[in-house]
């Protein structure tokens, strides 16, 4: 295996990119979960809809429509840049938000469907001893569905740091900003540079196994109740 500087900061860039995107999307995938548990409103099955389309849409079809949003000649891009200096094309931020959309149903649908399975008297019982429904959601709800959290955080970070898709559509192949490990195989691989593209894929194997590993196995104790 291969482990010079490019090598490692490619390897630090997908971690990095994946644990952006992780932390980003644990208070959204909260939020979302919680709604989509509870709320009746009208608008919730578009919501809904919505969230599961990253599972079903190519991610270059995302990848593309990012690009076009955010590449300066575009209104929202061209705002963005005049208005806060924020380049989103082609950039770290770039891929990180690409990455949250595209892993959203990742996050949000095992909490989701926790708060589903959660009896209606805990939160009535909470109620009842005066909690608000920020106190219930923090405190007796999200502790309740703790190691569906979990789930949601692993399988979050897993899916991240083998995203390729939406990363070289949005963020192209640029050493130390949009260059993560999987774009790293496709280019070494059409250089012809086998050896180094043969250490990236064994590191995002062993990765995925490892990770794969620990989600199977916490959702083995949810089934036996251990959990």
């Not at 076009?68 to 891929?95: E, T, V, Y």
């Not at 740091?161 to 993560?180: A, K, T, Y």
Request: with cysteine; hydrophobic share 50%; proline share 5%.
């Amino acid at each position: 295996m291969i482990f010079d500087i490019d090598f490692l900061q490619t390897i630090f860039l997908s971690i990095k990119l994946a644990t952006y995107t992780t932390l980003l999307l644990l208070p959204i995938g909260i939020a979302l979960g919680y709604f989509l548990a509870y709320s009746k409103h009208k608008a919730k099955i578009i919501i809904e809809t919505l969230i599961w389309m990253p599972l079903i849409l190519p991610p270059t079809v995302l990848g593309f429509y990012l690009l076009i949003c955010f590449s300066p000649n575009h209104f929202l891009g061209a705002f963005l840049q005049k208005h806060f200096q924020i380049k989103l094309a082609f950039s770290f931020w770039g891929i990180v938000l690409g990455s949250v959309i595209f892993s959203l149903p990742f996050m949000v649908n095992p909490i989701k469907n926790a708060l589903s399975t959660l009896p209606e008297n805990l939160k009535e019982a909470s109620y009842t001893l005066g909690k608000n429904k920020t106190s219930t959601l923090f405190f007796v709800l999200l502790p309740n569905i703790s190691p569906s959290i979990l789930l949601a955080i692993i399988t979050t970070f897993a899916h991240t740091i083998g995203e390729f898709g939406v990363v070289i559509m949005l963020g192209g192949d640029i050493p130390n900003v949009s260059r993560v490990a999987s774009i790293a195989i496709y280019t070494q691989t059409e250089m012809l540079n086998y050896q180094i593209a043969h250490s990236y894929a064994l590191i995002l194997s062993i990765t995925s196994f490892s990770l794969l590993f620990i989600v199977i196995y916490i959702n083995h104790k949810i089934q036996k109740g251990i959990l």
